[in-house]
Protein backbone atom coordinates (compact mmCIF):
# COMPACT_ATOMS: atom_id res chain seq x y z
CA UNK A 1 0.00 0.00 0.00
CA UNK A 2 1.23 3.15 -1.07
CA UNK A 3 1.62 5.91 1.70
CA UNK A 4 0.31 8.80 -0.55
CA UNK A 5 -3.51 9.88 -0.21
CA UNK A 6 -5.90 10.18 -2.60
CA UNK A 7 -6.55 13.21 -4.20
CA UNK A 8 -10.40 13.35 -2.40
CA UNK A 9 -7.97 13.02 0.93
CA UNK A 10 -7.26 16.57 -0.03
CA UNK A 11 -10.32 17.70 -1.16
CA UNK A 12 -12.15 16.84 2.18
CA UNK A 13 -9.26 17.85 4.07
CA UNK A 14 -9.58 21.40 2.64
CA UNK A 15 -13.02 21.80 2.28
CA UNK A 16 -13.47 23.62 5.58
CA UNK A 17 -16.03 20.92 6.62
CA UNK A 18 -17.68 20.48 3.37
CA UNK A 19 -18.23 23.41 2.62
CA UNK A 20 -15.38 24.09 -0.24
CA UNK A 21 -16.34 26.91 -3.04
CA UNK A 22 -20.21 25.82 -2.94
CA UNK A 23 -22.18 28.55 -1.98
CA UNK A 24 -20.38 30.63 -4.54
CA UNK A 25 -20.36 28.15 -7.71
CA UNK A 26 -23.91 28.10 -7.02
CA UNK A 27 -24.58 31.43 -7.36
CA UNK A 28 -22.26 30.74 -11.21
CA UNK A 29 -25.22 30.30 -13.59
CA UNK A 30 -23.04 30.40 -16.79
CA UNK A 31 -22.02 27.29 -16.15
CA UNK A 32 -24.30 24.63 -15.46
CA UNK A 33 -22.11 21.91 -13.46
CA UNK A 34 -19.53 22.51 -10.65
CA UNK A 35 -15.85 22.17 -10.35
CA UNK A 36 -14.39 19.06 -10.04
CA UNK A 37 -13.22 19.77 -6.37
CA UNK A 38 -16.95 21.02 -5.67
CA UNK A 39 -18.32 18.48 -7.88
CA UNK A 40 -16.67 15.96 -4.92
CA UNK A 41 -17.87 17.54 -2.25
CA UNK A 42 -21.70 17.81 -3.21
CA UNK A 43 -21.52 14.30 -2.92
CA UNK A 44 -21.94 14.76 0.85
CA UNK A 45 -24.28 17.01 0.46
CA UNK A 46 -26.96 14.33 -1.20
CA UNK A 47 -25.86 15.45 -4.82
CA UNK A 48 -24.36 14.55 -8.01
CA UNK A 49 -23.56 16.36 -10.82
CA UNK A 50 -24.87 14.57 -13.94
CA UNK A 51 -25.70 15.21 -17.55
CA UNK A 52 -28.05 13.84 -20.26
CA UNK A 53 -25.67 11.56 -22.15
CA UNK A 54 -28.74 11.41 -25.20
CA UNK A 55 -27.80 14.74 -25.61
CA UNK A 56 -23.75 15.09 -25.20
CA UNK A 57 -23.08 13.70 -29.30
CA UNK A 58 -25.51 16.73 -30.72
CA UNK A 59 -24.09 19.31 -28.58
CA UNK A 60 -20.43 18.24 -28.73
CA UNK A 61 -21.18 18.94 -32.16
CA UNK A 62 -22.51 22.11 -31.71
CA UNK A 63 -19.65 23.09 -29.56
CA UNK A 64 -21.81 23.73 -26.58
CA UNK A 65 -21.37 22.35 -22.82
CA UNK A 66 -23.30 19.45 -21.43
CA UNK A 67 -26.56 19.28 -20.67
CA UNK A 68 -25.79 19.41 -17.23
CA UNK A 69 -27.87 18.90 -14.02
CA UNK A 70 -28.05 17.67 -10.09
CA UNK A 71 -29.54 14.52 -8.77
CA UNK A 72 -30.50 14.75 -5.30
CA UNK A 73 -31.21 11.72 -2.83
CA UNK A 74 -33.12 12.18 0.20
CA UNK A 75 -32.07 11.27 3.34
CA UNK A 76 -34.68 8.85 4.61
CA UNK A 77 -34.02 6.13 7.72
CA UNK A 78 -36.73 3.37 7.24
CA UNK A 79 -38.13 4.80 4.28
CA UNK A 80 -41.04 6.53 5.81
CA UNK A 81 -42.43 9.34 4.75
CA UNK A 82 -45.85 11.31 5.89
CA UNK A 83 -48.59 11.90 3.09
CA UNK A 84 -48.00 15.35 3.01
CA UNK A 85 -44.20 14.90 3.05
CA UNK A 86 -44.62 12.83 0.25
CA UNK A 87 -46.80 15.02 -1.45
CA UNK A 88 -44.24 18.17 -1.41
CA UNK A 89 -41.74 15.81 -2.83
CA UNK A 90 -43.77 14.94 -5.59
CA UNK A 91 -44.57 18.91 -6.45
CA UNK A 92 -40.46 19.09 -5.96
CA UNK A 93 -40.48 16.30 -9.02
CA UNK A 94 -42.73 18.49 -10.76
CA UNK A 95 -41.77 21.93 -10.55
CA UNK A 96 -37.80 21.48 -9.94
CA UNK A 97 -36.86 18.02 -11.16
CA UNK A 98 -38.17 15.39 -14.55
CA UNK A 99 -41.50 15.20 -13.27
CA UNK A 100 -40.60 12.02 -12.28
CA UNK A 101 -39.37 10.27 -8.77
CA UNK A 102 -37.38 7.46 -8.02
CA UNK A 103 -37.93 5.13 -5.54
CA UNK A 104 -34.07 4.05 -4.66
CA UNK A 105 -32.31 0.65 -3.69
CA UNK A 106 -31.70 2.29 -0.64
CA UNK A 107 -35.03 3.29 0.34
CA UNK A 108 -35.62 6.29 -0.58
CA UNK A 109 -36.21 9.24 -3.30
CA UNK A 110 -33.62 10.56 -6.28
CA UNK A 111 -34.96 13.68 -7.82
CA UNK A 112 -33.31 13.85 -11.24
CA UNK A 113 -33.29 16.87 -13.84
CA UNK A 114 -32.68 19.71 -11.30
CA UNK A 115 -30.99 22.14 -13.15
CA UNK A 116 -28.51 24.21 -11.27
CA UNK A 117 -30.80 27.46 -10.57
CA UNK A 118 -33.05 24.75 -9.10
CA UNK A 119 -31.11 23.32 -6.59
CA UNK A 120 -31.36 25.77 -3.47
CA UNK A 121 -34.94 25.61 -4.25
CA UNK A 122 -35.62 21.94 -3.97
CA UNK A 123 -33.50 21.74 -0.82
CA UNK A 124 -35.35 24.27 0.53
CA UNK A 125 -38.57 22.73 0.15
CA UNK A 126 -37.57 19.51 1.44
CA UNK A 127 -36.21 21.43 4.07
CA UNK A 128 -39.69 22.85 4.82
CA UNK A 129 -41.69 19.04 4.75
CA UNK A 130 -38.61 18.39 7.72
CA UNK A 131 -36.44 16.28 4.99
CA UNK A 132 -32.96 17.23 3.90
CA UNK A 133 -30.22 15.12 1.56
CA UNK A 134 -27.26 15.63 4.20
CA UNK A 135 -24.94 12.58 3.91
CA UNK A 136 -26.99 10.46 1.64
CA UNK A 137 -23.88 10.24 -0.49
CA UNK A 138 -20.27 10.84 -0.15
CA UNK A 139 -17.90 9.20 2.05
CA UNK A 140 -20.11 8.98 5.15
CA UNK A 141 -22.25 6.77 6.93
CA UNK A 142 -25.60 7.20 4.16
CA UNK A 143 -28.86 6.83 4.85
CA UNK A 144 -30.24 3.96 6.74
CA UNK A 145 -32.27 1.19 5.66
CA UNK A 146 -34.60 -1.32 7.88
CA UNK A 147 -37.50 -3.33 7.33
CA UNK A 148 -40.12 -2.05 4.41
CA UNK A 149 -43.57 -1.89 6.83
CA UNK A 150 -42.78 -0.58 10.67
CA UNK A 151 -46.44 -1.30 11.50
CA UNK A 152 -46.59 -5.06 11.30
CA UNK A 153 -45.40 -6.08 14.23
CA UNK A 154 -43.30 -4.16 17.44
CA UNK A 155 -40.46 -5.53 16.68
CA UNK A 156 -40.43 -4.09 13.17
CA UNK A 157 -41.75 -0.65 14.69
CA UNK A 158 -38.06 -1.23 16.79
CA UNK A 159 -36.48 -1.80 13.34
CA UNK A 160 -37.21 1.54 11.83
CA UNK A 161 -36.78 3.25 15.14
CA UNK A 162 -32.95 2.32 15.34
CA UNK A 163 -32.40 2.97 11.60
CA UNK A 164 -33.69 6.27 12.70
CA UNK A 165 -31.42 6.59 15.55
CA UNK A 166 -28.21 5.23 13.65
CA UNK A 167 -28.91 8.29 11.24
CA UNK A 168 -28.74 10.72 13.67
CA UNK A 169 -25.71 9.34 15.34
CA UNK A 170 -23.91 9.75 12.46
CA UNK A 171 -24.63 12.46 10.55
CA UNK A 172 -21.77 15.15 9.82
CA UNK A 173 -21.89 17.79 12.23
CA UNK A 174 -20.61 20.51 9.86
CA UNK A 175 -23.29 23.29 9.49
CA UNK A 176 -22.41 23.41 5.71
CA UNK A 177 -25.83 22.08 3.74
CA UNK A 178 -27.78 24.93 6.16
CA UNK A 179 -25.84 27.39 5.50
CA UNK A 180 -24.90 26.49 1.56
CA UNK A 181 -28.65 25.17 0.30
CA UNK A 182 -30.84 26.85 2.73
CA UNK A 183 -28.90 30.13 3.34
CA UNK A 184 -28.04 29.88 7.08
CA UNK A 185 -26.21 32.27 8.40
CA UNK A 186 -22.65 31.11 9.46
CA UNK A 187 -22.13 31.61 13.76
CA UNK A 188 -18.51 32.78 14.04
CA UNK A 189 -16.87 32.48 17.14
CA UNK A 190 -16.92 30.45 20.40
CA UNK A 191 -16.17 26.86 20.23
CA UNK A 192 -13.99 25.71 16.61
CA UNK A 193 -16.26 23.51 14.49
CA UNK A 194 -15.23 20.14 14.67
CA UNK A 195 -16.16 15.81 13.66
CA UNK A 196 -16.73 14.16 16.81
CA UNK A 197 -16.74 10.69 15.25
CA UNK A 198 -15.47 11.68 11.49
CA UNK A 199 -12.95 13.71 11.98
CA UNK A 200 -11.96 16.58 9.25
CA UNK A 201 -11.30 13.89 6.52
CA UNK A 202 -14.43 11.67 7.34
CA UNK A 203 -14.58 8.04 5.55
CA UNK A 204 -11.87 6.39 3.08
CA UNK A 205 -15.12 5.85 1.76
CA UNK A 206 -19.28 5.61 1.47
CA UNK A 207 -20.33 3.58 4.34
CA UNK A 208 -24.15 1.71 4.36
CA UNK A 209 -25.98 0.46 7.57
CA UNK A 210 -29.21 -1.87 7.25
CA UNK A 211 -31.58 -3.54 10.51
CA UNK A 212 -33.61 -6.49 9.50
CA UNK A 213 -36.15 -8.58 11.27
CA UNK A 214 -36.28 -12.35 9.85
CA UNK A 215 -37.49 -14.33 8.28
CA UNK A 216 -37.24 -11.48 5.28
CA UNK A 217 -34.33 -10.25 4.41
CA UNK A 218 -35.70 -6.92 2.47
CA UNK A 219 -32.58 -4.75 3.04
CA UNK A 220 -30.29 -7.29 1.56
CA UNK A 221 -28.43 -7.53 5.22
CA UNK A 222 -25.04 -9.34 3.64
CA UNK A 223 -24.66 -6.46 0.68
CA UNK A 224 -23.60 -3.84 3.18
CA UNK A 225 -20.57 -2.42 5.26
CA UNK A 226 -22.96 -3.29 8.62
CA UNK A 227 -26.08 -4.42 9.06
CA UNK A 228 -27.96 -5.75 12.14
CA UNK A 229 -30.36 -8.76 12.17
CA UNK A 230 -33.02 -8.88 15.03
CA UNK A 231 -33.59 -11.18 17.66
CA UNK A 232 -37.08 -11.11 18.49
CA UNK A 233 -38.47 -12.18 21.57
CA UNK A 234 -42.08 -12.25 23.14
CA UNK A 235 -42.95 -9.56 20.27
CA UNK A 236 -39.43 -7.54 20.96
CA UNK A 237 -36.21 -6.60 19.66
CA UNK A 238 -33.97 -7.94 22.20
CA UNK A 239 -30.65 -7.71 20.39
CA UNK A 240 -29.02 -8.44 17.29
CA UNK A 241 -26.71 -10.18 14.77
CA UNK A 242 -23.79 -7.94 13.58
CA UNK A 243 -22.75 -8.38 9.88
CA UNK A 244 -19.95 -7.02 8.72
CA UNK A 245 -18.29 -6.14 5.64
CA UNK A 246 -20.44 -6.51 2.48
CA UNK A 247 -20.20 -4.63 -0.08
CA UNK A 248 -21.36 -4.69 -4.30
CA UNK A 249 -18.81 -2.11 -5.80
CA UNK A 250 -16.01 -3.67 -8.77
CA UNK A 251 -14.25 -2.70 -11.70
CA UNK A 252 -14.09 -4.81 -14.77
CA UNK A 253 -10.73 -6.18 -15.63
CA UNK A 254 -9.45 -5.23 -11.87
CA UNK A 255 -9.53 -8.31 -9.88
CA UNK A 256 -8.04 -6.35 -6.92
CA UNK A 257 -11.77 -5.05 -6.65
CA UNK A 258 -14.75 -7.63 -5.86
CA UNK A 259 -17.95 -7.67 -4.30
CA UNK A 260 -18.14 -9.40 -1.33
CA UNK A 261 -20.92 -10.95 1.34
CA UNK A 262 -20.61 -9.31 4.79
CA UNK A 263 -19.62 -12.16 8.02
CA UNK A 264 -21.46 -12.44 10.99
CA UNK A 265 -19.02 -11.24 13.98
CA UNK A 266 -21.31 -11.83 16.62
CA UNK A 267 -24.51 -10.54 18.74
CA UNK A 268 -25.24 -7.07 21.05
CA UNK A 269 -27.82 -6.39 23.00
CA UNK A 270 -30.75 -3.98 21.80
CA UNK A 271 -29.34 -1.20 24.00
CA UNK A 272 -25.62 -1.67 22.61
CA UNK A 273 -26.76 -1.49 19.07
CA UNK A 274 -25.32 2.29 18.26
CA UNK A 275 -21.98 1.84 20.65
CA UNK A 276 -21.54 -1.57 18.26
CA UNK A 277 -22.07 0.67 15.19
CA UNK A 278 -19.78 3.26 16.27
CA UNK A 279 -16.82 0.78 16.83
CA UNK A 280 -17.07 -0.45 13.64
CA UNK A 281 -17.37 2.43 11.47
CA UNK A 282 -14.65 4.17 13.42
CA UNK A 283 -11.94 0.57 13.01
CA UNK A 284 -12.62 1.60 9.46
CA UNK A 285 -12.36 5.64 9.80
CA UNK A 286 -8.62 4.57 11.48
CA UNK A 287 -7.98 1.28 9.35
CA UNK A 288 -9.78 1.51 5.73
CA UNK A 289 -7.43 2.88 2.46
CA UNK A 290 -7.18 6.23 1.90
CA UNK A 291 -4.51 5.82 -1.11
CA UNK A 292 -6.60 3.78 -3.48
CA UNK A 293 -10.26 4.42 -3.48
CA UNK A 294 -10.88 1.31 -5.27
CA UNK A 295 -10.10 -0.27 -2.49
CA UNK A 296 -11.29 1.64 0.73
CA UNK A 297 -14.51 0.36 1.28
CA UNK A 298 -14.90 -2.08 4.64
CA UNK A 299 -14.58 -5.66 2.85
CA UNK A 300 -11.07 -5.02 1.89
CA UNK A 301 -10.59 -3.67 5.35
CA UNK A 302 -11.37 -6.98 6.58
CA UNK A 303 -9.96 -9.08 4.01
CA UNK A 304 -6.60 -7.01 4.37
CA UNK A 305 -6.19 -7.77 7.61
CA UNK A 306 -8.38 -10.53 8.58
CA UNK A 307 -11.90 -11.13 9.98
CA UNK A 308 -10.47 -12.13 13.40
CA UNK A 309 -8.39 -8.92 13.28
CA UNK A 310 -11.27 -6.54 12.81
CA UNK A 311 -13.32 -8.44 15.43
CA UNK A 312 -10.72 -7.91 18.18
CA UNK A 313 -10.30 -4.49 17.26
CA UNK A 314 -14.09 -3.75 17.12
CA UNK A 315 -14.26 -5.44 20.69
CA UNK A 316 -11.65 -3.55 22.24
CA UNK A 317 -13.29 -0.58 21.44
CA UNK A 318 -16.55 -1.89 22.87
CA UNK A 319 -17.52 -1.74 26.95
CA UNK A 320 -18.28 -5.08 26.54
CA UNK A 321 -17.10 -7.23 23.68
CA UNK A 322 -19.79 -9.07 21.24
CA UNK A 323 -21.51 -12.17 22.15
CA UNK A 324 -21.59 -15.35 20.15
CA UNK A 325 -24.57 -14.85 17.16
CA UNK A 326 -27.92 -16.10 17.73
CA UNK A 327 -30.21 -18.56 15.50
CA UNK A 328 -31.81 -17.19 12.88
CA UNK A 329 -33.43 -17.62 9.50
CA UNK A 330 -34.13 -16.10 6.63
CA UNK A 331 -36.56 -16.89 3.39
CA UNK A 332 -36.70 -14.68 1.15
CA UNK A 333 -35.50 -11.26 0.30
CA UNK A 334 -38.01 -9.88 -1.47
CA UNK A 335 -41.39 -7.82 -1.00
CA UNK A 336 -44.86 -9.24 -0.31
CA UNK A 337 -46.99 -7.73 -2.47
CA UNK A 338 -50.46 -7.10 -2.10
CA UNK A 339 -52.40 -6.14 0.83
CA UNK A 340 -52.26 -6.97 4.55
CA UNK A 341 -54.15 -6.35 7.76
CA UNK A 342 -52.59 -5.46 11.48
CA UNK A 343 -53.81 -5.90 14.38
CA UNK A 344 -55.24 -2.82 14.36
CA UNK A 345 -57.29 -3.31 11.81
CA UNK A 346 -55.50 -1.06 9.52
CA UNK A 347 -54.76 -2.18 5.79
CA UNK A 348 -51.43 -1.83 4.18
CA UNK A 349 -50.81 -2.07 0.66
CA UNK A 350 -47.19 -3.04 -1.06
CA UNK A 351 -47.15 -2.00 -4.66
CA UNK A 352 -45.39 -3.06 -7.05
CA UNK A 353 -43.19 -0.03 -9.03
CA UNK A 354 -41.23 -1.39 -11.68
CA UNK A 355 -37.51 -0.26 -11.91
CA UNK A 356 -38.46 2.63 -8.98
CA UNK A 357 -39.65 4.68 -11.17
CA UNK A 358 -42.87 6.73 -10.59
CA UNK A 359 -44.10 8.53 -13.60
CA UNK A 360 -47.61 8.57 -15.51
CA UNK A 361 -46.91 6.76 -18.93
CA UNK A 362 -49.33 6.47 -21.51
CA UNK A 363 -52.50 4.39 -19.52
CA UNK A 364 -50.02 3.64 -16.84
CA UNK A 365 -50.14 6.90 -14.36
CA UNK A 366 -48.31 5.86 -11.20
CA UNK A 367 -47.74 9.55 -10.32
CA UNK A 368 -50.92 10.84 -10.28
CA UNK A 369 -52.86 7.88 -8.46
CA UNK A 370 -50.10 8.12 -5.64
CA UNK A 371 -51.26 11.55 -4.95
CA UNK A 372 -54.61 10.93 -5.30
CA UNK A 373 -53.94 7.91 -2.52
CA UNK A 374 -51.66 10.50 -0.29
CA UNK A 375 -54.12 12.96 -0.18
CA UNK A 376 -57.41 11.10 0.76
CA UNK A 377 -59.35 13.03 3.48
CA UNK A 378 -58.48 10.73 6.85
CA UNK A 379 -55.38 8.97 5.26
CA UNK A 380 -53.31 12.24 4.61
CA UNK A 381 -53.20 12.75 8.70
CA UNK A 382 -52.89 9.18 9.49
CA UNK A 383 -51.23 7.13 7.02
CA UNK A 384 -48.11 6.52 5.54
CA UNK A 385 -46.30 6.11 2.53
CA UNK A 386 -43.45 3.81 2.73
CA UNK A 387 -40.11 3.25 0.35
CA UNK A 388 -38.98 -0.53 0.18
CA UNK A 389 -35.13 -1.66 -0.11
CA UNK A 390 -36.65 -3.65 -3.64
CA UNK A 391 -38.14 -0.05 -5.38
CA UNK A 392 -41.74 -0.84 -4.07
CA UNK A 393 -43.48 1.22 -2.03
CA UNK A 394 -46.58 0.52 0.96
CA UNK A 395 -49.21 2.89 1.11
CA UNK A 396 -49.76 2.11 5.01
CA UNK A 397 -52.17 2.11 7.78
CA UNK A 398 -55.58 2.49 5.56
CA UNK A 399 -59.09 2.06 7.06
CA UNK A 400 -61.55 -0.50 5.27
CA UNK A 401 -63.07 2.60 3.43
CA UNK A 402 -60.27 4.14 2.24
CA UNK A 403 -59.05 0.64 0.68
CA UNK A 404 -61.73 0.46 -0.88
CA UNK A 405 -60.96 4.18 -2.34
CA UNK A 406 -57.09 3.34 -3.17
CA UNK A 407 -58.39 -0.23 -5.28
CA UNK A 408 -60.49 2.38 -7.18
CA UNK A 409 -57.54 5.21 -7.78
CA UNK A 410 -55.23 2.35 -8.33
CA UNK A 411 -58.10 1.06 -11.36
CA UNK A 412 -58.99 4.72 -12.58
CA UNK A 413 -55.18 5.36 -13.28
CA UNK A 414 -54.00 1.95 -15.16
CA UNK A 415 -52.03 1.04 -12.30
CA UNK A 416 -52.38 -3.22 -12.48
CA UNK A 417 -51.19 -4.71 -9.08
CA UNK A 418 -50.70 -7.99 -10.76
CA UNK A 419 -47.03 -8.77 -12.62
CA UNK A 420 -45.48 -11.75 -13.51
CA UNK A 421 -43.27 -13.16 -10.44
CA UNK A 422 -39.92 -12.39 -12.52
CA UNK A 423 -41.14 -8.91 -12.87
CA UNK A 424 -41.74 -8.10 -9.14
CA UNK A 425 -38.73 -9.44 -8.33
CA UNK A 426 -36.41 -7.69 -10.84
CA UNK A 427 -34.49 -4.94 -10.24
CA UNK A 428 -32.36 -2.14 -12.50
CA UNK A 429 -29.88 0.90 -11.59
CA UNK A 430 -31.52 4.34 -13.13
CA UNK A 431 -27.87 3.67 -15.62
CA UNK A 432 -28.28 5.71 -19.02
CA UNK A 433 -28.81 8.59 -19.76
CA UNK A 434 -27.63 10.16 -16.57
CA UNK A 435 -25.81 7.96 -14.41
CA UNK A 436 -22.09 9.44 -15.75
CA UNK A 437 -20.46 5.68 -14.97
CA UNK A 438 -23.06 3.65 -17.16
CA UNK A 439 -22.11 1.24 -19.61
CA UNK A 440 -24.74 -0.08 -20.91
CA UNK A 441 -28.96 0.43 -20.59
CA UNK A 442 -30.46 -0.78 -17.38
CA UNK A 443 -33.87 0.82 -15.74
CA UNK A 444 -35.00 1.69 -19.51
CA UNK A 445 -33.82 -1.40 -21.38
CA UNK A 446 -34.95 -4.56 -17.86
CA UNK A 447 -38.55 -4.00 -18.63
CA UNK A 448 -38.24 -5.22 -22.55
CA UNK A 449 -35.99 -7.72 -21.46
CA UNK A 450 -38.28 -9.56 -19.02
CA UNK A 451 -41.09 -9.55 -21.08
CA UNK A 452 -38.85 -12.09 -23.44
CA UNK A 453 -37.63 -14.00 -20.68
CA UNK A 454 -40.87 -14.31 -19.52
CA UNK A 455 -42.24 -15.74 -22.88
CA UNK A 456 -39.23 -18.03 -22.61
CA UNK A 457 -40.42 -19.33 -18.85
CA UNK A 458 -43.79 -19.56 -19.48
CA UNK A 459 -42.49 -22.53 -22.59
CA UNK A 460 -41.14 -24.31 -19.77
CA UNK A 461 -44.01 -24.51 -17.23
CA UNK A 462 -41.91 -21.56 -15.30
CA UNK A 463 -44.19 -18.75 -14.82
CA UNK A 464 -44.88 -18.69 -11.12
CA UNK A 465 -41.59 -19.69 -9.87
CA UNK A 466 -40.02 -16.65 -7.94
CA UNK A 467 -36.81 -16.19 -9.74
CA UNK A 468 -34.37 -12.74 -8.40
CA UNK A 469 -33.30 -11.25 -11.86
CA UNK A 470 -30.98 -7.67 -11.07
CA UNK A 471 -29.27 -5.51 -13.58
CA UNK A 472 -27.24 -2.81 -13.60
CA UNK A 473 -25.25 -1.03 -16.17
CA UNK A 474 -22.04 -0.83 -14.77
CA UNK A 475 -19.94 -2.97 -12.23
CA UNK A 476 -20.68 -0.81 -9.67
CA UNK A 477 -24.06 -2.92 -8.43
CA UNK A 478 -26.44 -0.44 -6.91
CA UNK A 479 -29.36 -2.69 -7.63
CA UNK A 480 -27.27 -5.61 -5.67
CA UNK A 481 -27.12 -8.15 -9.03
CA UNK A 482 -24.10 -10.14 -7.44
CA UNK A 483 -26.60 -11.79 -4.97
CA UNK A 484 -29.35 -12.47 -7.43
CA UNK A 485 -29.49 -15.64 -8.68
CA UNK A 486 -29.29 -14.40 -12.00
CA UNK A 487 -27.40 -11.16 -12.91
CA UNK A 488 -26.96 -8.93 -15.82
CA UNK A 489 -23.69 -6.37 -15.47
CA UNK A 490 -23.40 -3.81 -17.95
CA UNK A 491 -19.94 -4.21 -19.93
CA UNK A 492 -20.57 -2.29 -22.92
CA UNK A 493 -23.23 -0.93 -24.77
CA UNK A 494 -25.99 -3.74 -25.12
CA UNK A 495 -23.71 -6.12 -23.90
CA UNK A 496 -24.02 -7.72 -20.10
CA UNK A 497 -21.93 -10.30 -18.39
CA UNK A 498 -24.23 -12.89 -17.00
CA UNK A 499 -24.20 -14.23 -13.18
CA UNK A 500 -25.92 -17.02 -12.20
CA UNK A 501 -26.32 -18.86 -8.62
CA UNK A 502 -27.21 -16.50 -6.21
CA UNK A 503 -29.45 -16.99 -3.57
CA UNK A 504 -32.81 -16.79 -2.72
CA UNK A 505 -32.26 -15.17 0.36
CA UNK A 506 -29.55 -13.06 -0.76
CA UNK A 507 -26.91 -14.86 1.48
CA UNK A 508 -24.81 -15.83 -1.01
CA UNK A 509 -22.80 -14.12 -4.13
CA UNK A 510 -23.44 -15.41 -7.58
CA UNK A 511 -20.38 -16.15 -10.21
CA UNK A 512 -20.12 -15.29 -13.09
CA UNK A 513 -20.91 -17.99 -16.19
CA UNK A 514 -20.53 -15.69 -19.74
CA UNK A 515 -19.23 -12.36 -20.56
CA UNK A 516 -19.91 -9.81 -22.70
CA UNK A 517 -22.75 -11.18 -23.96
CA UNK A 518 -26.08 -9.17 -26.42
CA UNK A 519 -29.43 -9.92 -25.87
CA UNK A 520 -29.46 -12.70 -28.00
CA UNK A 521 -26.98 -14.33 -26.57
CA UNK A 522 -28.31 -13.80 -23.06
CA UNK A 523 -31.29 -15.58 -23.92
CA UNK A 524 -29.81 -18.21 -25.51
CA UNK A 525 -27.43 -19.17 -22.23
CA UNK A 526 -30.62 -18.89 -20.05
CA UNK A 527 -33.45 -21.11 -22.24
CA UNK A 528 -31.78 -24.56 -21.89
CA UNK A 529 -30.78 -23.79 -18.21
CA UNK A 530 -34.45 -23.10 -17.95
CA UNK A 531 -35.52 -26.27 -19.30
CA UNK A 532 -33.48 -28.25 -17.45
CA UNK A 533 -34.23 -26.74 -14.62
CA UNK A 534 -38.18 -27.51 -15.29
CA UNK A 535 -36.99 -31.59 -15.55
CA UNK A 536 -34.62 -31.58 -12.80
CA UNK A 537 -35.02 -29.30 -9.99
CA UNK A 538 -36.04 -30.58 -6.52
CA UNK A 539 -39.32 -29.80 -4.27
CA UNK A 540 -38.97 -26.52 -3.22
CA UNK A 541 -35.34 -25.92 -4.99
CA UNK A 542 -34.92 -21.99 -6.50
CA UNK A 543 -33.16 -21.31 -9.75
CA UNK A 544 -29.90 -20.13 -7.94
CA UNK A 545 -29.37 -23.25 -6.02
CA UNK A 546 -30.35 -25.56 -8.57
CA UNK A 547 -27.39 -23.74 -10.98
CA UNK A 548 -25.14 -24.92 -8.20
CA UNK A 549 -26.16 -27.81 -7.11
CA UNK A 550 -25.92 -29.16 -10.73
CA UNK A 551 -22.19 -27.85 -11.22
CA UNK A 552 -23.77 -24.68 -14.15
CA UNK A 553 -22.06 -22.38 -12.00
Same mark, same amino acid.
Given at each position: ???????????????????????????????????????????????? $??????????????????????????????????????????????????????????????????????????????????????????????? $????????????????????????????????????????????????????????????????????????????????????????????????????????????????????? $???????????????????????????????????????????????????????????????????????????????????????????????????????????????????????????? $?????????????????????????????????? #???????????????????????????????????? #????????????????????????????????????????????????????????????????????????????????????????FGDFTRRTGII
Open positions: MTDTLSRNEDIKARSDFLRGTLAEELGEQAFGGLSEDDGQLVKFHGMY $VQDDRDLRPERAKRKLDRAYMFMARLRVPGGVLTPRQYLSMDRLATERGNATLRFTTRQTIQFHGIIKSNVRAATRAMDAALLDTIAACGDVNRN $VMAVGNPYLSRAHGEAVEAARRLSAHFLPRTGAWREIFIGDRRVLGGEPEAEPIYGPTYLPRKFKMTVAVPPSNDVDVFAHDLSFIAIVENGGIVGYNVVVGGGMGATHGEPETYPR $VGDIIGYCPADQLVAVAEAVLTTQRDFGNRSNRKRARLKYTIDDRGLDWFKTEVNSRLAKPLEPERKFQFTGNGDALGWTRDEEGLNHLTLFVENGRVADRGDWRLKSALVAIASLEGFIDRGA $VIMTANQNVIVARATDGEREKIDLILAGHGVIQS #QSALRESAMACVALPTCGLALAESERYLPDLITMID #QMLATHGLSEQKITLRMTGCPNGCARPYIAEIGLIGRNPGRYNLHLGGAADGSRLNSLLHENLNEAEILESLDPLFAAYAKNREPGEG
